[in-house]
């Protein structure tokens, strides 16, 4: 493999597909080779994540301390679901 040279879809600009990316995209089972510069990969990523940062936030109660808490998860039964606090100890004290 070697470099190659791809043009941007969005801003027309030529950019290097190295080796070394490649060889990532080979090892993720990655079929198509990327259509936008790194410029614009990560434009658009910032863009996705500022329009999915509305999260939906779910009221939970403590497995600790019983106080009622929102997480931006669904929690899942049998397993404990901690507030901001109580996760906060409960990680340190691992």
Sequence with gaps: MSDKSLVCRECGTEFVFSEG?????QKRGL??????????????????DEEGSARIMHTVICASCGKE??????????RPVYCNECFTSERAAR
């Design 69 to 78: 808490a929102q997480v931006p998860f669904q929690p899942r039964l049998g």
């Design 21 to 25: 990316e490649q060889e990532f995209y």
């Design 31 to 48: 079929l198509n080779e990327p259509s936008r510069c790194p410029d614009c990969r990560s434009a658009r990523r910032r863009t996705r």
